[in-house]
């Protein structure tokens, strides 16, 4: 079993900047994706940022340039760096891994969900 643990989420004002980290944990082989989605009310789960086990990068349109996804390998932690936020970042943001199993397909798994809330 794998646990993701979320943290960083808050009410912050338009322009403003967050922080996210998402710590794994738990009995896995490997890491391979690690990211952040987010679902404002009303919308669909979006991807918002991801990176590989190779360190490539993936954004969602409108977060790019704002939003920078990043991760410890030795943590087993990813980051979302959120700059110049806008009231419709709102949302939660939740914490997916794809997880690695000796003999098995990979695993994918969800963090609890953090909120994100942006004031205009």
């Known amino acids: 079993q794998v646990q993701l643990v979320e943290s960083g989420g808050g009410l912050v004002q338009a322009g403003g900047s967050l922080r996210l980290s998402c710590a794994a944990s738990g009995i896995f082989f490997s890491i391979e994706d690690m990211g952040w989605y987010r679902q404002a009310p009303g919308k669909q789960r979006e991807l918002v940022g991801s990176v590989s086990s190779g360190g490539t990068t993936k954004y969602e349109d409108s977060v790019k340039g704002r939003f920078t996804v990043s991760r410890d390998f030795a943590k087993n932690t990813v980051y979302l760096q959120m700059n110049s936020l806008k009231p419709e970042d709102t949302a939660v943001y939740y914490c997916?891994?794809?997880?690695?199993?000796?003999?098995?397909?990979?695993?994918?798994?969800w963090g609890q969900g953090t909120q994100v809330t942006v004031s205009s």
């Open positions: 997916n891994v794809l997880v690695g199993r000796l003999g098995r397909p990979p695993l994918n798994v």
